[in-house]
């Protein structure tokens, strides 16, 4: 069964840093383009960050780019997220979503996802 689980989300303050997982299982993260996309109260689902199959280079969104990053353990077959300089803006149900196609470069578009976890909450709040 292919499947997407994200885990590490909460509660953090202005200014923090926070960790997301994303854990698959039936395919390989490898040789998949993978994503993070995050949707607040009220908002459309956007695309924060993403990584290439092929050539890994990195999409940032403008509102994250210098903040946050994307790495994966390929022998875990989890990829991650890691959120620094946090703000109450970024307060979101952040979703990991991936599709196992070559691709040398990758777009901050949920169209282009064939699987996706979940999601977990993340809240920055004093």
């Known amino acids: 069964q292919l499947q997407l689980v994200e885990s590490g989300g909460g509660l953090v303050q202005p200014g923090g840093s926070l960790r997301l997982s994303c854990a698959a299982s039936?395919?390989?993260?490898?040789?998949?383009?993978i994503g993070w996309f995050r949707q607040a109260p009220g908002k459309e689902r956007e695309g924060v960050i993403c990584?290439?199959?092929?050539?890994?280079?990195?999409n940032y969104a403008d509102s994250v780019k210098g903040r946050f990053t994307i790495s994966r353990d390929n022998a875990k077959n989890t990829v991650y997220l890691q959120m620094n300089s946090l703000k109450p803006e970024d307060t979101a149900v952040y979703y990991c979503?991936?599709?196992?196609?070559?691709?040398?470069?990758?777009?901050?578009?949920?169209?282009?996802?064939?699987?996706w976890g979940k999601g977990t909450l993340v809240t920055v709040s004093s």
């Open positions: 979503a991936a599709t196992p196609t070559v691709q040398a470069w990758c777009a901050l578009a949920p169209y282009g996802m064939d699987y």
């Open positions: 990584i290439a199959s092929s050539s890994g280079r990195v």
């Open positions: 039936g395919f390989t993260l490898d040789y998949s383009t």
